[in-house]
Each structure stands twice: as C-alpha cells, then as structure tokens.
C-alpha cells in the first residue's frame, strides 16, 4: 500500500527567503511522485515529477524536489519565495501496484509575508 | 491547446434535488478521474474510467453518487438526492497511460464548487 505524510499544514516564510516543504512517502515498489499547487478557486497544477531518472528534479517557478530513497522522503524546495507562491502544495505518490491511481498527502498552506 | 474543462463552474441547489456534474478531459486523455475536495480537506478519491474497461468505483461515498463517461470522452458524475454533506469541490483529472503504469501526471480542471442549501 503507498501513503504520504506533508508534515506541516501550514508553512510561513518572509518574502526571498527559502521554501521548504517537507513530504515523506510509503511505498511498495519503485514509486513515482509528483507535487501539486493549488491557488484560491483553481484546480491543481503540476509543479514537477520523479520517474525514476535524476533524483534532483526542477520544475516550474524555481521549483525543486529531491527524491531520497534511504530517507522515503521527496521535500520541495524554492531557493527565494515570492508573494505569488502562496497557495496550497500536495505530495503525491503513486507506484506500480496501484497502477495510475494517485495517493494524495492531506496538503501544506504555504503563506509568504511581505 | 485546452485543457481539463468542467462545468458549471459553481451550482448551487437545494436539498433533496438532484445535479449533474460534466468533465470534458484533453483530447485523447484514456484516463478520466472524479475527486472530491471538502473545505480544508484533501483530495478524495471517487472514481476511475480507463479506456473501455469497467470503471472503478471504490471511491464513491453511496449509491447516490454514480458516474458515466460517454464515447471515451466526457464524463458526467452525478449526485442523487443530494445532502448538505455533498458540498465540497469536484475536481476531474485526466491522463495519458504511459508504458509504466504511475509515471503519467493528471492534468486538472478547475472543478465545480457545490453548495447545498
């Protein structure tokens, strides 16, 4: 069975300072994971994700994950937030027993202050 | 090109009546998902359509709830009966099927916000 856990619901940061979003992940097989940005009344759009090639993976906006085997865990990282990167943020897993089904973590908020 | 689309965008109703939900996914997207995302929740899962196989419905909540994808294309997802507790936001997804199961992301409509009164 495959689960995932966002450690914290809701995330604060200053305006140019790092982003760190953290995720940990169970899976049976040889997992691909993505992650997902929500912003007020939309849909989620993909942010990036990890199928098994580099364990670093850029995505759009600056955005960057690190897929860790030893530690389970794929945290998302942003080197400068901006005040548009406010929005809600799910980890996301899926491996080969489950076929194309996604397991979604229960999403961390994250709020820039200027 | 187009993405996810679903309509309405809002609908709101009265107990008891029923709704219909429409999903038009991208062009040639074989997989077709219905989530549900109640306020401060997560995403929950409702059902799966692949191609021409028998959908899988282990997500639906109750016998109310119950979907149809016509032609391989649309999908409407309908709520029978509807409850105060069915309002949330339906969100629909579709995908193409990679050559290794689990590696195709879902690409997301905007979703329809429904409210019962």
């Known amino acids: 069975a495959q689960s995932v856990t966002q450690l914290d619901s809701h995330v604060s940061v200053s305006e140019g300072t790092p982003v760190l979003l953290r995720c940990n992940y169970s899976s049976s097989y040889s997992p691909s994971l993505f992650w997902y940005v929500q912003h007020p009344n939309k849909g989620l759009q993909l942010l990036l994700k990890y199928t098994s090639a580099a364990t670093l993976v850029k995505g759009i906006n600056g955005f960057e994950a690190e897929f860790k085997k030893s530690e389970t865990s794929f945290h998302l990282t942003k080197p400068s937030a901006h005040m548009s990167d406010a929005a809600e943020y799910f980890c996301v897993v899926s491996d080969r027993n489950a076929g194309n089904m996604l397991t979604f973590g229960g999403g961390t908020r994250l709020m820039v202050k200027p | 090109g187009a993405g996810v689309s679903q309509s309405p965008s809002n609908k709101v109703t009265e107990k008891g009546k029923d709704v219909e939900l429409r999903c038009d996914p991208i062009s040639g997207h074989t997989a077709l998902y219905w989530y549900r995302q109640s306020l401060g929740q997560g995403l929950e899962f409702l059902i799966y359509?692949?191609?021409?196989?028998?959908?899988?419905k282990s997500g639906l909540p109750s016998d109310r709830f119950s979907a149809e994808r016509t032609g391989g294309s649309v999908s409407t997802l309908t709520i029978q009966r509807t409850q105060q507790e069915d309002s949330a936001v339906y969100l629909c997804?579709?995908?193409?099927?990679?050559?290794?199961?689990?590696?195709?992301?879902?690409?997301f409509g905007d979703g329809t916000r429904l409210s019962i009164l």
């Open positions: 359509f692949q191609g021409n196989s028998a959908p899988d």
């Open positions: 997804a579709s995908s193409s099927i990679g050559k290794r199961y689990g590696t195709q992301p879902q690409h």
